[in-house]
């Protein structure tokens, strides 16, 4: 029998392989943490991870609750606060990659992560922009990782600059030159950027997703590798890391609130509500 997993940990999976060893690294919560975790405990032990609020080298072991948690982390390099993040350390080029999830994204990687619907009547309530549209514009490189999100032609609210509209439009732009989204992670595929157009193409797929299935959720003409990756596998030392650390990543979104409404029920119902 194969290793079982869940389609969060193969993100995670995936993810963690876009970071080298020896790079700063500013990660957002949730699955790009994750993964910056777990290639720090594999193949990149040299990490630096930064959070937005401006905590430094920390080492966490559980996921924080909020990106200035102290208290997720054995430790940390130093601190300072989200003005020397973005002008220091940002601004003057010392980030190599930032990882962040995405709620809609364009064919050029432009980002909405602020609200779905019209901006005066939205349906849904997104996590809001934080230090995205800092990071998307002056990282040397982005990962976006994308779970329930959409791809559309035009985004509800631009919330942070991928590619603008393509060509060299970014870096006329005023960002540096070089810099930008260099992949997209999403739980059925895997997505990159034409080094000459900035448009997103299709470069590899999740064990057992097809080409058609991904077209189906795109709404432009999706272009396609003429070699398709197909996405390694986690390993089972991987996935121990990645439930160790996040064991609410690993259950999945119904699992976890199975739990939650379980936990609740098992306080109200204890000895002192009797």
Same mark, same amino acid.
């Given at each position: @029998?194969?290793?079982?997993?869940?389609?969060?940990?193969?993100?995670?999976?995936?993810?963690?392989?876009?970071?080298?060893?020896?790079?700063?690294?500013?990660?957002?919560?949730?699955?790009? &943490?994750?993964?910056?975790?777990?290639?720090?405990?594999?193949?990149?032990?040299?990490?630096?991870?930064?959070?937005?609020?401006?905590?430094?080298?920390?080492?966490?072991?559980?996921?924080?609750?909020?990106?200035?948690?102290?208290?997720?982390?054995?430790?940390?390099?130093?601190?300072?606060?989200?003005?020397?993040?973005?002008?220091?350390?940002?601004?003057?080029?010392?980030?190599?990659?930032?990882?962040?999830?995405?709620?809609?994204?364009?064919?050029?990687?432009?980002? #909405?992560?602020?609200?779905?619907?019209? &901006?005066?009547?939205?349906?849904?309530?997104? @996590?809001?922009?934080?230090?995205?549209?800092?990071?998307?514009?002056?990282?040397?490189?982005?990962?976006?990782?994308?779970?329930?999100?959409?791809?559309?032609?035009?985004?509800?609210?631009?919330?942070?600059?991928?590619?603008?509209?393509?060509? #060299?439009?970014?870096?006329?732009?005023?960002?540096?030159?070089?810099?930008?989204?260099?992949?997209?992670?999403?739980?059925?595929?895997?997505?990159?950027?034409?080094?000459?157009?900035?448009? &997103?193409?299709?470069?590899?797929?999740?064990?057992?997703?097809?080409?058609?299935?991904?077209?189906?959720?795109?709404?432009?003409?999706?272009?396609?590798?003429?070699?398709?990756?197909?996405?390694?596998?986690?390993?089972?030392?991987?996935?121990?890391?990645?439930?160790?650390?996040?064991?609410?990543?690993?259950?999945?979104?119904?699992?976890?609130?199975?739990?939650?409404?379980?936990?609740?029920?098992?306080?109200?119902?204890?000895?002192? #509500?009797?």
């Amino acid at each position: @029998m194969g290793i079982k997993f869940t389609l969060d940990e193969l993100i995670v999976y995936r993810a963690a392989q876009e970071i080298k060893d020896h790079e700063m690294v500013v990660i957002g919560q949730g699955l790009p &943490m994750a993964a910056g975790v777990l290639a720090e405990a594999t193949h990149a032990p040299n990490i630096v991870i930064v959070t937005e609020a401006g905590i430094v080298g920390l080492k966490p072991f559980k996921v924080p609750i909020h990106v200035a948690d102290t208290s997720c982390t054995r430790g940390y390099t130093y601190g300072c606060d989200m003005v020397d993040v973005f002008t220091t350390i940002l601004n003057h080029e010392y980030v190599d990659v930032a990882f962040l999830g995405v709620g809609q994204i364009d064919r050029y990687g432009n980002v #909405n992560s602020s609200y779905i619907g019209d &901006m005066d009547n939205f349906d849904i309530r997104l @996590m809001g922009a934080g230090g995205a549209p800092e990071f998307v514009g002056y990282a040397k490189r982005t990962v976006f990782t994308m779970r329930g999100g959409e791809f559309v032609e035009k985004l509800d609210y631009f919330t942070s600059p991928g590619y603008i509209r393509g060509g #060299n439009t970014r870096y006329e732009s005023a960002m540096p030159a070089g810099s930008g989204p260099s992949i997209l992670i999403t739980q059925a595929a895997v997505f990159k950027f034409d080094p000459i157009t900035k448009e &997103m193409y299709l470069a590899g797929l999740h064990p057992g997703v097809t080409v058609e299935q991904v077209k189906k959720e795109v709404p432009w003409k999706l272009k396609v590798a003429d070699k398709l990756e197909i996405t390694e596998l986690p390993t089972e030392e991987a996935l121990g890391l990645i439930r160790r650390y996040a064991p609410e990543i690993s259950m999945g979104r119904k699992l976890q609130l199975e739990a939650l409404i379980n936990q609740v029920f098992r306080v109200l119902s204890g000895p002192q #509500n009797k």
